[in-house]
């Protein structure tokens, strides 16, 4: 202890808002730290592989497995039949078996599943089996499925206003056809389950899944056991972007039924081709708008119908088309709208959620209709957003969204004002204009688009979290929450939020792996939702100790409690400076509870399913981006030469991994609005399921120009230190990529004809836009 007079005191000290590295990113560089497969395998494991179905939709009438059973290093074969429980792994609707039964719904389902001594042992053998079909007719687009009413859910549909009138009164209305493709979530770690059995019928599962209580529940009915009887363990995974949601649970159950049977531990990997065979993608989107609109381009009304390309079954196809349908107004006011969403049902891949969970296919529609407008009308497409922005107070009338949620925290006038002029935007425009009339095969393109993200789940009741904190006598701190880090910083962030509430230095604190017997019923690590829940979670746990240490402290030292300061490892107390651990020891030994369970649920939400009315989000994150491409219009080659991003995260809980974020968010909406096709073959097969052909970003297709900047704002809302997060809202920052290329395919005729151009904006695609706009020109 020393007197607070010899301390320098005079700067607050603080662990959040600081850059602070990945708290695995030693580990990482180093090799050592440890996924899933990384474990050490326990005596007598055995290896798992998945038989897969060759038609896309057939009867099974016999399955004839002798040869697999025959082969080499071959242990046991399971079969739907063989579920002690429930062959099911559906999240929300139970019509996703986990094995197929009877029927097969898409090349890939999974049928049987093979264990061997090894994993190349494995595989080999589960290509050896017999199965005789009765084909049956396949539904494999989703315009196909909107003809013959094949939807995994009821459509639904949200209206305001009048837009039947709006649009038979208008001056100009405009109609149309689109698409957006799919997209692979292409996670480094592919997925994978290592199942463990304990005594009593438990089932120990270490699984790379961004959600353990549900795999505890698919893993617990499958087998017909309790819940309590099954630990799901994991402690970090090598990507997820939404693939790891709900689809992690079949490799879960899958594993978990052949260590059940076998008494002995399965791994369950899944190889790259497999992994993309059997698992779902991001929705593609299919769309038609009709949209009434002034001489200066304000949208008057607007009828939007959406089909999305669910799959097979419903997954989380549901709540991805409710927020696609919440999100179609991105930044600006509609006040007379009529919108319809449905789920087509195809014989392809369940689809499942992928970062932005249907937000992204929402916001880009209302983009696309702009863009159409600007070129329309002979103007800028910026002044035509900028004209339909949503207001910035009640006085204008124009803040409340066709949901019926207030827009209480609208920034985007400044925002998109700020990067407008950092970017230097109105002179590269004219400079670009320049260079177009100069060159007749290399074409430029500029564009600057906003976005406004809905940050919380749409169903209210998963806008939970819990977390544990526990304190040891030599002042270190261990937290565990419900949360999943797939290298997106969560760990780190949740741990800067405990030491700065303890006022220990961040060296002080671990967390530990996310396992379901610390924290039960937990939400899955989604929709942004990861440091807002987990962080607000763990501070609550934290501060239950800092106020019994505080307490502790006036009784030992004297003073008031409301005067007592935690920081740098120290507390201050009546003129006094006591090292944490010392405090800590002396407590323990008064019989003071060291460790406490904290709890957040977050407030003001309320969703009406049925209207799809209410204010489903806590608050709205924010952000724009422009982005400057050249095009070569005989090859259809593109580059992105410069990018500029804003982006707001509010108070930043840690502005280095939040870049971070925001560069990896861009890069990866690139790939989807430009490089990623998924192409099916007429037998329903996907054909690009492997790196050989599938084409995600590399390294040079990043700009040697990335400038990002975090835009300065204090959340409206008490999120966790007034952040915001910035997990899946700058995966639309890259609509700028698009349009800047659509610009420059425009400039073939002088920007007076809009391009065709679908997305992925492949050099394909980008060949077939160009030729189209050289047809309509020359007639």
């Not at 879960?252 to 698992?279: N, Q």
């Not at 970017?423 to 009339?437: K, V």
């Not at 915001?724 to 400039?747: Q, Y």
Request: charged share 20%; hydrophobic share 40%.
């Amino acid at each position: 202890m020393k007197d607070l007079a010899q301390t320098n005191t005079s700067a607050p000290w603080t662990e959040v808002g600081k850059p602070h590295p990945h708290e695995s990113a030693v580990l990482h560089v180093c090799g050592t730290a440890n996924y899933t497969d990384d474990l050490p395998e326990l005596q007598g494991t055995l290896h798992a592989a998945l038989g897969l179905s060759t038609q896309a939709h057939a009867k099974i009438n016999n399955i004839n497995l002798d040869a697999v059973r025959a082969a080499e290093g071959v242990v046991a074969v399971f079969a739907a039949k063989d579920f002690p429980g429930t062959n099911e792994c559906g999240p929300i609707i139970k019509d996703d078996p986990i094995l197929a039964d009877g029927k097969v719904e898409y090349v890939g389902q999974p049928v049987f599943v093979v264990v061997a001594h090894s994993h190349d042992q494995a595989r080999r053998a589960a290509r050896l089996a017999k199965i005789d079909y009765d084909n049956l007719t396949p539904i494999l687009h989703p315009r196909a499925a909107r003809d013959a009413e094949s939807y995994v859910l009821p459509p639904m549909s949200l209206s305001r206003g009048d837009a039947r009138q709006a649009l038979e009164k208008a001056p100009n209305r405009i109609q149309g056809s689109w698409q957006v493709g799919g997209q692979e979530q292409f996670y480094l770690e592919g997925q994978i389950a290592y199942a463990i059995p304990k005594e009593a019928n438990g089932m120990a599962v270490m699984c790379s899944t961004q959600h353990p209580s549900e795999m505890q529940h698919i893993v617990a009915h499958a087998l017909a056991i309790p819940s309590h009887s099954v630990q799901v363990e994991c402690r970090r995974m090598g990507g997820g972007f939404g693939g790891k949601e709900s689809q992690s649970g079949l490799w879960a159950a899958a594993a978990a039924l052949c260590a059940f049977h076998l008494k002995r531990p399965i791994k369950l990997r899944a190889d790259r081709d497999d992994d993309m065979m059997v698992t779902g993608k991001r929705h593609e989107f299919h769309y038609d708008y009709d949209v009434a609109y002034d001489e200066q381009g304000l949208i008057l009304g607007a009828r939007f119908e959406m089909v999305s390309r669910a799959g097979f079954s419903a997954d989380l196809s549901g709540p991805v088309a409710t927020r696609a349908v919440c999100h179609v107004d991105n930044t600006y006011y509609l006040s007379d709208v009529d919108i319809r969403a449905m789920c087509g049902k195809t014989n392809t891949q369940s689809n499942t959620a992928f970062r932005g969970f249907g937000g992204p296919q929402g916001a880009i529609l209302i983009e696309y209709v702009i863009d159409e407008i600007a070129r329309l009308l002979g103007q800028d497409a910026l002044d035509v957003r900028k004209l339909n922005f949503y207001g910035r107070n009640d006085a204008e009338g124009r803040n409340v969204t066709h949901y019926g949620q207030k827009v209480a925290d609208n920034v985007i006038h400044e925002l998109v004002a700020e990067i407008e002029a950092s970017s230097s935007y109105r002179a590269r425009r004219l400079a670009i204009n320049e260079f177009n009339a100069q060159s007749p095969v290399l074409k430029k393109g500029l564009a600057l688009t906003p976005h406004k993200f809905g940050i919380a789940f749409n169903v209210t009741h998963l806008n939970q979290a819990g977390a544990l904190v526990h304190v040891y006598l030599d002042g270190s701190v261990l937290v565990n929450h419900g949360g999943t880090e797939m290298g997106q910083g969560l760990n780190t962030k949740v741990a800067q939020v405990v030491a700065h509430e303890l006022g220990v230095p961040l060296s002080e604190v671990r967390v530990s792996a996310t396992d379901t017997t610390k924290i039960a019923n937990t939400s899955a690590t989604a929709a942004s939702t990861g440091a807002d829940l987990n962080g607000k979670a763990a501070q609550d746990a934290a501060r239950q100790i800092r106020e019994r240490l505080s307490e502790f402290a006036v009784k030992t030292y004297g003073g008031n409690v409301v005067d007592v300061r935690f920081s740098d490892g120290q507390i201050y107390c009546n003129g006094s400076s006591i090292a944490f651990e010392e405090v800590v020891n002396k407590a323990y030994f008064a019989r003071v509870q060291l460790w406490s369970d904290g709890f957040y649920a977050t407030p003001h939400l309320q969703w009406d399913s049925k209207t799809m009315t209410g204010s489903p989000f806590s608050y709205y994150a924010y952000g724009a981006a422009v982005s400057e491409v050249i095009v070569d219009t005989l090859t259809g080659e593109w580059k992105l030469l410069r990018a500029d991003a804003l982006y707001d995260a509010g108070n930043s809980l840690n502005p280095a991994i939040d870049v971070g974020q925001i560069e990896g968010a861009f890069i990866q909406g690139m790939g989807w609005l430009t490089t990623e096709e998924l192409v099916w073959n007429a037998n329903g097969k996907l054909t690009t399921h492997a790196p050989s052909t599938y084409k995600i970003p590399a390294i040079s297709d990043c700009p040697e120009d990335f400038r990002v900047r975090l835009f300065k704002n204090t959340n409206v809302a008490d999120s966790i230190h007034r952040s915001k997060a910035v997990g899946e809202p700058p995966l639309l920052l890259p609509f700028s990529v698009f349009f800047a290329i659509r610009d420059a395919i425009a400039s073939v005729a002088e920007g007076k004809i809009n391009p065709p151009l679908t997305a992925p904006a492949t050099s394909e695609a980008i060949l077939r836009a160009v030729t189209a706009v050289q047809t309509l020109q020359s007639q």
